[in-house]
T-cell receptor, first 114, second 113 residues
Framework: QKEVEQNSGPLSVPEGAIASLNCTYS??????FFWYRQYSGKSPELIMF????GDKEDGRFTAQLNKASQYVSLLIRDSQPSDSATYLC??????????????FGRGTQLTVWP | EAEVAQSPRYKITEKSQAVAFWCDPI?????LYWYRQILGQGPELLVQ????????DSQLPKDRFSAERLKGVDSTLKIQPAELGDSAMYLC???????????FGQGTRLTVV
C-alpha cells in the first residue's frame, strides 16, 4: 500500500468552476499535510499546508483535513487557466527517524479550460 | 525573495560517467533534502541533512550515490557511475527545521545516454 494516494486524473474543469483534488494517506500517525503545485518541467511550489482537522483557507484555496478518515483535499475556487498544473499531496509523519521526510503522491493533473 | 539555488539546471551525461549537482538552501534553513522525481511520479527522498549531519539516507543507493553538506550550508549530490535509470529531475529543498514546510529549488534535469 502506498503511503499517499491521489487520483492521477486528469481533472478538467471550466474557468470559474471549483476544482476538487483529493488525497488519502495510509499512516494514521501522520501529522503534517502539504499541497504543492507543479507546472510541467518545473519544480514543486508550496501552496498550502494544514496540521489540524478542519478547513484552512488562503485566497482561492481551501485545504480540508479529516484525520479520522485519513483524507486531505484541496479546493480551488474560481479556477483560472493559470491553475492548470499537477497538484502533489505530501504527508509528513513528524516522528522518529522519518521526521521531516515528505511522502508524495503521484499528483493529480488539473486542466482549467477557458 | 529567498530561494533555494541549484546548478546546473540541465545535465546530459553518458552512462558510467560521474555527475554532480550543487544546492544552496535558503539562508538559515537547517534542514536540506535531496529528492528524485521520475517523470509522472511524485518526488522521493534520497537524503536528508540536519545541519551537516545525515539524518535519513535510507533510500539513497549508496553503491553509486553520495551526498555531503560539509559546513552545514550548501550541499553536493554525486552519482558515480551514472546509469540510464538515473535519468530524472533531482530536486533540492530546504526547511527551517525538520517537519516545517519545505521549499524546493528549480531542480536539475539529468539525462543519461
Amino acid at each position: 500500500q502506498k503511503e499517499v494516494e491521489q487520483n492521477s486524473g486528469p481533472l478538467s474543469v471550466p474557468e470559474g468552476a471549483i476544482a476538487s483534488l483529493n488525497c488519502t494517506y495510509s499512516d494514521r500517525g501522520s501529522q503534517s499535510f502539504f499541497w504543492y503545485r507543479q507546472y510541467s518541467g518545473k519544480s514543486p511550489e508550496l501552496i498550502m499546508f494544514i496540521y489540524s482537522n478542519g478547513d484552512k483557507e488562503d485566497g482561492r484555496f481551501t485545504a480540508q483535513l479529516n484525520k479520522a478518515s485519513q483524507y486531505v483535499s484541496l479546493l480551488i475556487r474560481d479556477s483560472q487557466p493559470s491553475d492548470s498544473a499537477t497538484y502533489l499531496c505530501a504527508v509528513n509523519k513528524d516522528r522518529g527517524s522519518t521526521l521531516g521526510r515528505l511522502y508524495f503522491g503521484r499528483g493529480t493533473q488539473l486542466t482549467v479550460w477557458p | 525573495e529567498a530561494e533555494v539555488a541549484q546548478s546546473p539546471r540541465y545535465k546530459i551525461t553518458e552512462k558510467s560517467q560521474a555527475v554532480a549537482f550543487w544546492c544552496d538552501p535558503i539562508s538559515g534553513h537547517a534542514t536540506l533534502y535531496w529528492y528524485r522525481q521520475i517523470l509522472g511520479q511524485g518526488p522521493e527522498l534520497l537524503v536528508q541533512f540536519q545541519d551537516e549531519s545525515v539524518v535519513d539516507d535510507s533510500q539513497l543507493p549508496k553503491d553509486r550515490f553520495s551526498a555531503e553538506r560539509l559546513k552545514g550550508v550548501d550541499s553536493t549530490l554525486k552519482i558515480q557511475p551514472a546509469e540510464l535509470g538515473d535519468s530524472a529531475m533531482y530536486l533540492c529543498a530546504s526547511s527551517v527545521d525538520r517537519g516545517s514546510e519545505a521549499f524546493f529549488g528549480q531542480g536539475t534535469r539529468l539525462t543519461v545516454v
